[in-house]
């Protein structure tokens, strides 16, 4: 079965420090993987998403950068945090072929931006 | 503009009532989901919803999606406080690139015992 870890599960951060959060999938071979953020208790803004090692695509302009160095490993990082990066960091995967569109999620990184 | 429109936004309730959550658009979607996710936790999926018309049964809970694949909704039976949560539903259009989905905004249920 696929299993798909994020960590840190908490993260407190000064402003202007630099991020590295990760996101690994098990059991699953070329899978889609993305990162959203969900504001307290609402919905998910995607931020970015890959196909593929090497591949990425932003949705929003950001603070934030994303890259996927292995098949099954996504990182989202920042060089330098601000206060508006605060919140809740999902990570989620898609098999990459087939059709489906269903998407599963990480436990998520609760991030503060002190 | 907000592509998927979920209502109500809160609902408090007490234990045994039955709710339904709405899940509306415009567009067309080639599949609908629906999530529940609890505080500090990622959304668990609860169904996929892919045929216009079709009505999935989990338990107490019944998904049904339009018969134009525009909306769908949820309904809860003798509702229990471990109902509690932020019920999503998310949606790819046709025409989406890279399996990419479309969240609401999400039902926050809150079941009193």
């Known amino acids: 079965s696929q299993t798909i870890h994020q960590w840190p599960a908490t993260l407190v951060q000064p402003v202007g420090s630099p991020l590295s959060l990760e996101c690994t999938v098990e059991?699953?071979?070329?899978?889609?993987l993305y990162w959203y953020r969900q504001a307290a208790g609402r919905g998910l803004q995607l931020l970015f998403y890959?196909?593929?090692?090497?591949?990425i695509s932003s949705e929003v302009p950001q603070n934030l950068s994303a890259s996927r160095p292995q098949d099954r490993q996504f990182i989202l990082s920042s060089k330098k945090l601000l206060l508006s990066d605060s919140g809740f960091y999902l990570c989620?995967?898609?098999?990459?072929?087939?059709?489906?569109?269903?998407?599963?999620f990480g436990p998520g990184t609760r991030l503060t931006v002190l | 503009t907000q592509l998927l429109e979920q209502s109500p936004q809160f609902l408090s309730i007490q234990e045994g009532e039955n709710l339904t959550v709405y899940c509306n658009s415009s567009?067309?979607?080639?599949?609908l989901q629906w999530y529940r996710q609890e505080p500090g936790e990622g959304p668990v999926l609860l169904v996929t919803?892919?045929?216009?018309?079709e009505v999935k049964k989990l338990k107490r809970l019944t998904f049904q999606f339009g018969d134009a694949r525009k909306d769908s909704s949820l309904h809860i039976t003798a509702a229990q406080p471990g109902d509690t949560g932020l019920y999503l539903c998310?949606?790819?259009?046709?025409?989406?690139?890279?399996?990419?989905?479309?969240f609401g905004k999400g039902t926050k249920l809150s079941v009193k015992p």
């Open positions: 890959s196909v593929g090692i090497g591949q």
């Open positions: 998310a949606g790819e259009r046709y025409g989406g690139s890279q399996g990419n989905l479309i």
């Open positions: 989620a995967w898609k098999p990459g072929a087939g059709y489906t569109d269903t998407q599963y």
């Open positions: 059991g699953t071979s070329n899978p889609n």
């Open positions: 919803v892919v045929t216009g018309g």
């Open positions: 567009s067309v979607f080639s599949s």
